[in-house]
């Protein structure tokens, strides 16, 4: 008699768990919402759906993702590397505990998104629009954030290292809020700080020439060896 072979329900559906790498794969366990823990590397998917994913502990390596559509989505205790997000949107997006090196964020939106306890290093940030986006103890290393938009944002206990790398020039903080934020060393040509506040925030060093503080309120904050040269305080 031949024996019986039980199978557990669901097991073929297992045989793709862990590495994700194709767009189809991708795509299919998105919809599924199944992402959740994945590795997901080396492929193109320019433009992909992913609105709304749990992306909870998922590792995201080489991959093309310009454009894709990542508005509403939740990504938490994640780890990016040489991903590609030009264009990207994480509009009203979750990022807790995020890990990304290496990365082109360039012209990303992430508008009312809310980041926490996040560490971004050598990462092109140019021009991307952290509109009223809520930013809490998330650490930029060495990171390029040329013309980024912080309009209305709120940043507190974040960090900005790296000095001449740490690029804020032409950044936009008008109306924003930064809190206990620090700024020491970075290079903040020509950025906007109309009608912004900062309070306790760590200054010292920082190029700000040719900076505007129309209407900025700056509480308690540390401006030893600050060069405000050009600069336009009222």
């Given at each position: 008699?031949?024996?019986?072979?039980?199978?557990t329900?669901?097991?073929?559906?297992d045989?793709?768990?862990?590495?994700v790498e194709?767009?189809?794969q991708?795509?299919r366990?998105a919809?599924?919402?199944r992402?959740?823990?994945r590795?997901?590397?080396g492929f193109?998917?320019p433009?992909?759906g992913?609105?709304?994913c749990?992306?909870?502990?998922?590792?995201i390596?080489?991959?093309d993702?310009?454009?894709?559509d990542?508005?509403?989505?939740?990504?938490e205790?994640?780890?990016?590397?040489a991903?590609?997000f030009?264009?990207a949107?994480?509009?009203?997006?979750?990022?807790n505990?995020?890990?990304?090196?290496q990365c082109?964020?360039?012209?990303?939106n992430?508008r009312?998104?809310?980041?926490m306890a996040?560490?971004f290093?050598?990462?092109r940030?140019g021009r991307?629009?952290?509109?009223k986006a809520r930013i809490?103890?998330t650490?930029?290393?060495?990171s390029?954030?040329?013309?980024?938009?912080f309009?209305g944002?709120?940043?507190?206990k974040?960090t900005f290292e790296?000095?001449?790398t740490?690029?804020?020039s032409?950044?936009v903080f008008?109306?924003?809020?930064?809190?206990?934020?620090?700024?020491?060393?970075?290079?903040g040509?020509?950025?906007v700080?109309?009608?912004?506040?900062?309070v306790?925030?760590?200054?010292?060093?920082a190029?700000l020439c040719?900076?505007?503080?129309?209407?900025?309120?700056?509480?308690g904050?540390?401006t030893?060896?600050?060069?405000?040269d050009?600069?336009?305080?009222?």
């Amino acid at each position: 008699m031949s024996d019986s072979i039980s199978m557990t329900p669901g097991s073929g559906d297992d045989a793709d768990a862990g590495v994700v790498e194709s767009r189809v794969q991708m795509e299919r366990l998105a919809a599924e919402g199944r992402l959740m823990g994945r590795s997901i590397r080396g492929f193109a998917a320019p433009s992909a759906g992913l609105r709304g994913c749990d992306l909870d502990g998922v590792a995201i390596e080489r991959l093309d993702l310009r454009e894709a559509d990542c508005d509403d989505v939740r990504i938490e205790n994640a780890r990016l590397q040489a991903v590609d997000f030009r264009g990207a949107s994480f509009e009203r997006a979750l990022w807790n505990r995020v890990q990304a090196h290496q990365c082109d964020l360039t012209q990303l939106n992430m508008r009312e998104a809310q980041l926490m306890a996040c560490e971004f290093s050598t990462l092109r940030m140019g021009r991307t629009d952290f509109g009223k986006a809520r930013i809490q103890r998330t650490r930029f290393l060495d990171s390029e954030l040329y013309s980024a938009d912080f309009t209305g944002a709120i940043l507190t206990k974040c960090t900005f290292e790296g000095g001449a790398t740490a690029s804020l020039s032409r950044a936009v903080f008008t109306g924003a809020t930064l809190i206990d934020v620090d700024l020491r060393g970075v290079n903040g040509y020509a950025a906007v700080f109309d009608d912004a506040l900062l309070v306790r925030c760590d200054l010292r060093g920082a190029n700000l020439c040719e900076v505007s503080f129309r209407g900025a309120r700056l509480v308690g904050c540390y401006t030893e060896g600050v060069d405000i040269d050009g600069a336009t305080l009222r």
